[in-house]
């Protein structure tokens, strides 16, 4: 990893992941790439390219350009938009994922991208839900996931391409806002409880998904793609998570800090059954075991932080 392009770097986790990687590979070395461009730090503090991810010449002279060898893949709609717009989110989620494998292949990169909980489906085993087992998603962006953890381990074993890939849970982040998730609702409280003390989730109580703090999850792509690669049996979609929570458990942990803070519920059909169709909570075992898989952070410090972060930008 010498000169990395991001694509969707103005995303949720993009926008971050530049940050980390200019910091430790160089602000010249980290290109930034998007569809649209803003006034952040992934466009002023380094070198910034627009990309649409379906134009695959753009990015084949994207990546000649700057003589890159790494690519991280980030571009992507998110469970619940996806599922309002299917068509679209196979030609993005699909469509942009093959011409970052191609471009991939043909230019001998290594490549990171990540896969997702919403890879499994209702028959998956709902707890400690195992590294290999049944995926049948039930979203178009499972199907684009699943398809997509296929579509890299084929690339490997096919043209020998370095694909490198975790499952990721929920993120919470206090930076980018995600957009059209059905985690989302694990970001947004955070802000509501600072900005008016309650907030309505359209998740359900009792509704278990797996989380994970956004410095864990940045640490984790950096991690695996600097593993050896002798000791990665599996390679991409590595089950990864940090906790398994529900909506009380987040609205309790909040009160701690803001003892006044309500938390009502009015689930939204959609994301409701589409978190419903996840797991409870997965199994990080394998990534633990191959690359050294370790969130350092769980919800009650979490909690601590994303209030003290927030605080600063809401009030400023
Ligand atoms: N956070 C994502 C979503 O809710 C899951 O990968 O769509």
């Excluded at 994922?97 to 209702?122: D, V, Y």
């Excluded at 096919?158 to 957009?179: K, W």
């Excluded at 942990?253 to 009502?264: D, G, L, N, R, V």
Aim: net charge negative; proline share 5%; hydrophobic share 40%.
């Amino acid at each position: 990893m010498k000169r990395i392009l991001v694509t969707g770097a103005l995303g949720q986790i993009g926008s971050e992941l530049i940050t980390k990687l200019r910091s430790e590979y160089g602000a010249d070395n980290v290109i930034a790439s998007d569809i649209r461009t803003a006034d952040t730090e992934a466009v002023t503090g380094g070198p910034f390219e627009i990309l649409d991810v379906t134009d695959g010449e753009k990015m084949n002279e994207i990546v000649s350009k700057y003589k890159v060898d790494t690519m991280m893949h980030m571009a992507a709609l998110l469970s619940a938009k996806a599922e309002q717009f299917p068509q679209m989110a196979w030609n993005l989620n699909m469509g942009g994922l093959m011409n970052g494998l191609e471009a991939a292949r043909e230019h001998k990169l290594q490549f990171f991208t990540p896969s997702s909980i919403g890879a499994f489906g209702p028959d998956t085993p709902k707890t400690n839900t195992p590294q290999d087992t049944v995926q049948r998603p039930t979203t178009m962006y499972g199907v684009n996931k699943v398809s997509g953890e296929l579509l890299c381990d084929y690339y490997f074993k096919r043209f020998g391409v370095d694909t490198r890939g975790v499952r990721f849970p929920g993120l919470i982040s206090y930076v980018t806002p995600p957009g059209g998730g059905t985690t989302d609702y694990a970001v947004e409280v955070y802000y509501e409880a600072l900005k008016s003390g309650r907030y309505t989730s359209y998740i359900d109580k009792g509704t278990f998904m797996d989380m994970m703090y956004m410095p864990d999850a940045l640490q984790a792509i950096v991690d695996l793609m600097e593993a050896d690669p002798v000791k990665l049996e599996h390679r991409n979609a590595f089950n990864v998570t940090a906790m398994s929570i529900e909506p009380e458990m987040v609205a309790a942990e909040i009160k701690k800090h803001i003892p006044s803070f309500e938390m009502i519920y009015k689930p939204d059909p959609v994301r409701q059954a589409i978190a419903d169709s996840w797991p409870d909570a997965i199994d990080a075992s394998a990534a633990k075991a191959e690359w050294g898989f370790k969130a350092q952070h769980d919800l009650a410090s979490m909690t601590t932080d994303m209030l003290s972060k927030l605080k600063t930008t809401i009030t400023n």
